[in-house]
């Protein structure tokens, strides 16, 4: 089967405690097409300009990323954005962002993208999302990220659309400030009765959080002792995340099935904030994607053994 | 074997959105007591006034919790705390501190209470508690607890009294904040060079994350749809765990263990925040405990199944 992801493709300016990159390939559907490219086909849908060449398709080729829905608008620049992160990567203030080629995208889908079996609908305008979202009737699972851009500006046309996914991925806060519901138990059960069966909640350095038919989920983020630059974790967690569930055609979605997908989601976003940008992930290897799920499942399983307990 | 716990006894007026008290059983040592004495007899050492009577005696050794070493000063009146917490619960505010009895506060142990096998200095100043170490020569573990007052205005002697302890069992800001060191993995090494084997970040609402000499592990809170007051949920994942310890005598406290450790801790704790004050733990039971930690369980663990990565 494959995916299909629709978001942004863009160039990033980031200066973390660990240095800065002047432009480097970025965007919420380039992190998760290479995420999820370890798992299964992926096709990647957005717009980019002149500015985008050989050597950034390279880098999406090289992990097989089906590239034929990149719009190139000619005449065009690529989305642009500039970010600086404080002393302990948990606050980031935007310092720049160039919609260029992005202010006039209307999603194109071909035959094979819109036929995918899992569907992302990344970070972009929640009109734009639905319109997506009806393009692709057949997919079995359909899952969708926001920002608290669009929960301010957007809210009722982001909370239609929600209603028409089977996932929702946001940040833990975001979560809260789209719900106005800062328990996460109460968030998920308020965005399930809109339409979505599975809820989860992006804790960034805590990891993530999901609820689904069957209960509560949640792993930590993959400890690391250098976290160079976090951008783009949240959409490869996604990537590791879908592509999981991709990897699994015929097979029923289940609790246990969607909770492996979290440590997948969880040691690709690992990888990820280990560099800048997609370096890490652009030479990652399957072996090492395993390894870690491995590692992760060891950090957070504990044995049960009776204690005989006080009264 | 038994547990010996030296911190505040205390009267909280605690408002939160769920509601408020005005007057109720609080403090460090009470806490901890009540969660640790589902596992082992407890020793609570700490000084209380006049206005510390029967009913809040009875509170403690209907749990069996040995109290010949609160320590009555007569003519005193026992710790009072009075603080709110914001909608999220997330941030609280103090809005009144009177130490009473506490100012002249010098431990005394018992020869039952320095002989416990296992022993939790909580949040008090470090010097009082490095004094109670120098007594209980014989414990098996020692933990510590802190809070930011004492980081900003006694680092010297936190970090001497760190020194000399098995475990440092901090909120996750004030481990970043003592270390300097916004990463946990590179906290909890710092911390480990000083002397602790084992550290405890406490992360609140996303559960807890522990470093000892065999590597990670980390937990997320239980989930639950109503939290009704967060005071003392700290003491109680301590009460939890050390018990826990207590209740292994002639057993390596290894990684395994210590992990175990941490389920029954996160049980104890989310008990707390579900009532006011000592409401909940007061009544619970250990098939309760039992129960919610075989839950807990199954919320973070996941079945390892081989899938066929690309490349």
């Excluded at 200066?15 to 998760?32: D, I, N, Q, W």
């Excluded at 080629?101 to 569907?119: C, G, H, I, Q, Y």
């Excluded at 992006?202 to 689904?212: F, H, S």
């Excluded at 246990?256 to 997948?264: T, V």
């Amino acid at each position: 089967m494959s995916v299909t992801v629709v978001g942004s493709i863009a160039f990033d300016a980031v200066k973390t405690p660990f240095g800065s990159r002047e432009r480097m390939l970025g965007g919420s559907a380039v992190h998760f097409s290479l995420a999820a490219s370890f798992f299964d086909v992926v096709h990647v849908v957005g717009p980019v300009g002149d500015d985008f060449g050989e050597d950034e398709y390279a880098v999406l080729q090289a992990r097989n990323v089906e590239t034929g829905d990149i719009e190139h608008v000619a005449g065009g620049q690529t989305f642009f954005w500039r970010g600086e992160y404080g002393w302990d990567l948990n606050e980031r203030e935007t310092l720049d962002t160039q919609l260029n080629v992005f202010a006039e995208f209307e999603p194109k889908l071909s035959e094979a993208s819109r036929t995918a079996d899992v569907v992302f609908l990344a970070n972009i305008q929640p009109d734009l999302q639905r319109r997506v979202r009806e393009q692709c009737e057949a997919a079995r699972f359909v899952a969708l990220d926001s920002m608290n851009l669009w929960i301010e500006a957007a809210r009722d046309s982001l909370i239609e659309t929600i209603a028409g996914v089977d996932c929702l991925m946001l940040n833990d806060s975001e979560l809260r400030e789209l719900t106005r519901e800062p328990n996460f138990v109460r968030a998920a059960n308020q965005v399930r009765e809109w339409g979505p069966s599975v809820v989860v909640a992006k804790q960034g350095r805590y990891g993530a959080a999901m609820i689904t038919d069957e209960g509560f989920f949640a792993l930590p983020a993959f400890p690391l002792e250098t976290v160079v630059d976090p951008t783009g974790a949240g959409d490869c967690f996604a990537g590791g995340f879908m592509g999981y569930i991709a990897a699994h055609p015929g097979t029923e979605l289940d609790h246990d099935l969607l909770s492996r997908a979290m440590a997948y989601g969880t040691a690709l976003a690992s990888f990820n904030v280990e560099e800048f940008g997609v370096e890490r992930v652009a030479r990652l290897t399957s072996d090492e994607v395993a390894d870690r799920v491995a590692e992760l499942r060891q950090m957070t399983h504990f044995i049960e053994k009776p204690v005989v307990l006080r009264r």
